[in-house]
């Protein structure tokens, strides 16, 4: 079965749970599978696919293809931004260049997703952090850590480009530093 038709299949099975639930309670809240929290289910669907255009970081998209992850830097006032931006708001400017970030990070924060919204409803638990990189930029993305146990602030990390799956899509993922190895 295409990922689409599970996610149909999956939304079907839902939206009967909570009509079921509807009828009886009057309310569209249903527990969270997994943790039980109280979830509203909306009864508008808002479908949205939007394209933007990227034309202008490019190199972004260009890197990830190449296993880099680029991020844009000021030739002004220095000035380092993730995601990249392709005018820096400090001095509005447009004459930036771009910067890969490299080496390791340090984890500044990270939490774990039991509760996830619609369209990530297929993922696994899964856990966002932020890590800070020498290049001066901070970055948001999911950690690869099957124990989250292992997890610390303060732990080194290495950005990975990664192909997130079932979408088969290129991204990028803080991956922990063995320290062992
Ligand atoms: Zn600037």
Redesign the pocket.
């Known amino acids: 079965m295409s990922q689409k038709k599970q996610m149909e299949e999956y939304m079907k099975q839902v939206e009967a749970f909570v009509e079921e639930v509807k009828k009886s309670t009057g309310l569209p809240i249903v527990p969270d599978q997994r943790t039980g929290a109280a979830l509203w289910f909306d009864q508008r669907e808002l479908s949205i696919r939007y394209t933007i255009s990227v034309e202008r970081i490019r190199k972004f998209f260009e890197g990830l293809a190449e296993g880099k992850v680029y991020a844009t830097k000021?030739k002004?006032?220095g000035?380092t931004y993730f995601p990249p931006q392709a005018d820096?708001p400090?001095?509005r400017?447009g004459d930036m260049e771009w910067i890969e970030i490299t080496g390791e990070g340090e984890l500044l924060t990270y939490t774990i997703i039991y509760t996830k919204p619609a369209s990530f409803a297929h993922y696994p638990d899964y856990t966002v952090g932020i890590a800070r990189f020498p290049q001066g930029v901070n970055v948001l993305a999911w950690v690869r850590e099957t124990d989250p146990k292992k997890l610390r602030v303060g732990m080194k990390v290495r950005l990975e480009v990664v192909r997130r799956q079932p979408e088969n899509y290129l991204t990028y993922e803080l991956v922990p530093v063995d320290e062992q190895g």
């Open positions: 000021c002004h006032c000035a820096c400090k001095c400017r």
